[in-house]
């Protein structure tokens, strides 16, 4: 092994050459010239055993030999390593030997007497940097490719898949093997026929470009990228991401500012008859005409109104934030807790549960206060009752089921038969509510991944049962 004689990155060259004085001339040379590290090797045999040894950035191989010739030699060398660059020295004439070699796979070629005559080793060096630097090149962007999450592929004109990477694979459920030869339109349906109408585009027009589409829910920012549009077979790289959870989280910020201008609509709607209420009793108390006491009590409802219209646009605001960190709760826990800042007068609170769930503990306090608050203040009044505070005292109950759990009590539950949406912002039942109770509990529950669905409760009442719930061991 002749080393480089400087402390440059050292390229590790094989010279084969059944003339061992020429095999050992050139492997000198770029040692000392050129600071390559080499090994001289006159048999094509022995430098295939060295060879299987070592590790060797490039081959530099005579064409004539006996034996094994270089074409030979390099079908060898392929079957152990396809990669590695191999330069084959052919002598004058032998142009058919040189379209041969290339189509072999050979990286690159030289006139043999051009090297020994003309003493073009710094030709050859030059040479031996190139390919190796362009394989590296190829090494480092093919390991990209196959540890991409992209879906990477590239496709003929005529649709045809030449080469795919393992995400694709995995994403189509179709070999790497098995992909090639196949087009995008016989893989991916409709969405295929699409892309390859923009590849075809592309390759057309000679610049890149890009476009976004969707494959079973799933959506996907494609990149074309034309290649070998000089070849006989023209074709594009298309590189597919997968920005589904993007999508969501630009829908979700639109679903969010909706509901911004809801707040906004809420709040310039509900609050300017309680404001235009208070007023008004201003107005008279200045004018100190009426009763004092009236307008009084007036005032206090009006402005008891309004605060319960911004604590609740409150909570919609902040409830409705995904819940991206839950931790584990007891549900029994959180529900008691839940009751006792409840002004639950003579109501009953009856919890059936040791579960434990996954979930943002303050944020599932408000779905159970809502929910108390909806059933407190809509009691059922006896029939022979004069007015509706005369009603009994609800029981609420709270109970799991096999995804979740339920709030339910025996009070005179809701008609939902209607075409109303009771989950709509501002439906209520009672001229004294904010219609935002059963608005934040859908909130609240889509920001978990649950669901929420009202019913009848066994006593007649009203039963919202919360489903989607992970459990806990």
Request: charged share 30%; hydrophobic share 35%.
């Amino acid at each position: 092994m002749t080393t480089p004689s400087s402390g440059r990155e050292q390229l590790s060259v094989l010279v084969v050459d059944d003339s061992e004085f020429f095999a050992e001339m050139t492997a000198e040379t770029l040692a000392e010239d050129h600071d390559f590290g080499t090994h001289a090797a006159s048999d094509p045999k022995a430098a295939l055993d060295y060879f299987s040894d070592n590790d060797v950035d490039c081959i530099v191989s005579d064409y004539e030999m006996p034996g094994m010739d270089g074409l030979e030699f390099l079908d060898a060398v392929r079957e152990r390593e396809p990669d590695v660059p191999f330069i084959l020295l052919t002598g004058r004439g032998d142009e058919e030997v040189a379209s041969e070699a290339i189509a072999a796979g050979v990286t690159d070629y030289l006139l043999k007497l051009e090297v020994v005559e003309d003493k073009q080793y710094g030709r050859l060096a030059n040479r031996i940097r190139n390919v190796v630097s362009k394989r590296r090149t190829q090494a480092k962007y093919e390991l990209l490719v196959d540890t991409s999450p992209d879906l990477i592929a590239q496709v003929a004109e005529d649709g045809t898949i030449l080469a795919a990477n393992p995400a694709m694979a995995e994403f189509t459920d179709i070999s790497r093997e098995e992909l090639v030869g196949q087009t995008l339109a016989a893989v991916l349906g409709a969405v295929g026929e699409d892309r390859t109408a923009v590849g075809q585009s592309v390759i057309e027009d000679g610049d890149p470009t890009h476009a976004e589409d969707q494959i079973d829910g799933r959506s996907f920012h494609n990149i074309y990228v034309p290649i070998d549009v000089h070849s006989h077979r023209p074709s594009f790289q298309l590189v597919s991401r997968d920005i589904t959870e993007r999508v969501e989280r630009e829908r979700e910020l639109k679903r969010q500012n909706e509901r911004l201008e809801e707040f906004a609509s809420v709040v310039s709607h509900d609050m300017r008859n309680p404001l235009n209420v208070a007023q008004s009793a201003l107005q008279l108390l200045e004018e100190d005409r009426g009763d004092d006491a009236e307008l009084q009590a007036r005032l206090t409802r009006s402005l008891d109104r309004m605060e319960s219209l911004i604590d609740d646009v409150l909570t919609l605001a902040r409830e409705g934030e995904t819940v991206d960190d839950p931790s584990v709760v007891d549900l029994g826990t959180i529900a008691r807790e839940s009751w006792m800042v409840t002004d639950s007068g003579e109501a009953e609170l009856v919890v059936d549960s040791t579960a434990r769930i996954q979930a943002d503990d303050g944020r599932l306090g408000s779905i159970f206060s809502n929910l108390y608050g909806n059933a407190v203040d809509h009691g059922c009044p006896p029939s022979d009752a004069e007015d509706a505070e005369d009603a009994d005292p609800v029981t609420v109950t709270v109970s799991v089921t096999d995804d979740g759990f339920v709030v339910a009590d025996d009070g005179c539950g809701m008609n939902l038969s209607t075409d109303e949406d009771p989950f709509e912002m501002g439906y209520s039942t009672d001229t004294e509510g904010t219609g935002m109770g059963l608005t934040i509990v859908e909130r609240v529950a889509e920001a978990h991944g649950w669901s929420v669905e009202l019913g009848e409760s066994e006593d007649g009442g009203l039963a919202v049962e919360i489903s989607g719930v992970t459990f806990v061991d």
